[in-house]
């Protein structure tokens, strides 16, 4: 019998690749999405193909979502609502708290396997890299609002946890790590890749927050989802947190260049580099490195990225040089 399995946030960046893989590999899948920075065209291709479902709803009203996920075998919390730096904590804080209750809710009314999506930001400012999943969470202050979204990823990770252990369902923790590729947001929402794309492909100088040596690691949008699926499908991380990313680290200043290099520029980049008080006006703390530790997605999952940066970053330079060649033509049709 083919499984069902609900996605939400599938019209997100990471909810429409996991939804199309999962249909490649057979499964009914129900999307749901309140589409607040979902984009419809990130699902073209799902609509089309049998098995698939999609309803606009909020995760956040129970009823609206046990009606539109009927019986389910699997459940996959991908919808989430998140701090981009500075806005919106208490929106971060009650949706994501208000929207995996009611998730895992109708995983125990169904026995339906649960894996979320949580986050590296909950590993914060601790100083041991790379993040291994048992490590500390050193999370700044109260006062400083960019932790509202770590500390709403680390309760729920707590939340899932302990409903798992009280209601005997299965269930892991993802923490994804800086996930990138087509259909990603083209606004700081998306990541730095995608604003630093966008300015170089317009010959504008490029943003850069703080001194650009900070570090992260990048993950083909297309590893990310074989990640979560491989989640899906294997009990051997029952009531495990696992890290999926890629381990491959580099400064955001090198990541600037790069980009401006595969975009087939000369020269040296234009860059400001912009001091973190003068985000938003008000005060920010960023994390100096960020690198995970992969070795428990290759044991319990099986799970390694394998796409590497510049080709990933290619890949995604290419589609998003098509999205704004659309945006221009559109602008034209309107004169």
């Not at 019209?11 to 984009?39: C, E, I, P, Q, R």
């Not at 400001?272 to 100096?288: F, H, M, N, S, W």
Request: one cysteine or more; hydrophobic letters at 40%.
């Amino acid at each position: 019998m083919t499984k069902r399995v609900l996605i939400t946030g599938a019209a997100g960046f990471l909810g429409s690749h996991v939804t199309d893989l999962m249909l490649d590999k057979g499964y009914d899948v129900v999307g749901v999405d309140d589409m607040s920075h979902g984009n419809p065209a990130n699902l073209e291709s799902a609509r089309h193909r049998p098995g698939f479902e999609f309803h606009a709803l909020d995760v956040c009203d129970f009823d609206a979502l046990q009606q539109a996920a009927g019986r389910v075998d699997v459940i996959l919390h991908l919808a989430a609502y998140k701090i981009p730096r500075y806005e919106n904590a208490k929106k971060t804080l009650l949706v994501n708290f208000h929207g995996t209750h009611n998730a895992l809710q109708l995983a125990v009314e169904q026995n339906a396997r649960f894996v979320i999506t949580s986050t590296s930001d909950v590993y914060g400012k601790n100083p041991t890299v790379p993040f291994a999943e048992d490590g500390d969470s050193v999370l700044g202050p109260a006062t400083v609002t960019r932790w509202a979204y770590a500390a709403s990823k680390m309760f729920d990770e707590h939340l899932v946890l302990a409903i798992a252990e009280d209601s005997g369902i299965d269930a892991t923790v993802l923490r994804i790590f800086g996930s990138y590729g087509p259909r990603q947001n083209l606004s700081w929402w998306g990541g730095p890749q995608s604003v630093f794309i966008n300015a170089i492909l317009k010959d504008e100088v490029i943003p850069i927050h703080g001194d650009g040596l900070q570090t992260r690691s990048f993950t083909f949008v297309e590893d990310t989802a074989r990640g979560i699926v491989a989640a899906a499908e294997s009990t051997r991380a029952n009531r495990e947190i696992v890290n999926i990313g890629n381990n491959a680290e580099i400064t955001i200043l090198e990541l600037a260049q790069r980009i401006h290099r595969l975009c087939g520029k000369e020269g040296a980049p234009r860059i400001d580099l912009i001091p973190y008080d003068e985000i938003a006006g008000r005060k920010y703390e960023d994390v100096r490195r960020r690198v995970p530790d992969i070795r428990k997605a290759e044991r319990l999952l099986g799970f390694r990225a394998e796409v590497p940066l510049e080709v990933g970053l290619m890949r995604t330079i290419a589609w998003q040089k098509k999205q704004l060649e659309a945006q221009e033509s559109m602008k034209l049709a309107l004169v």
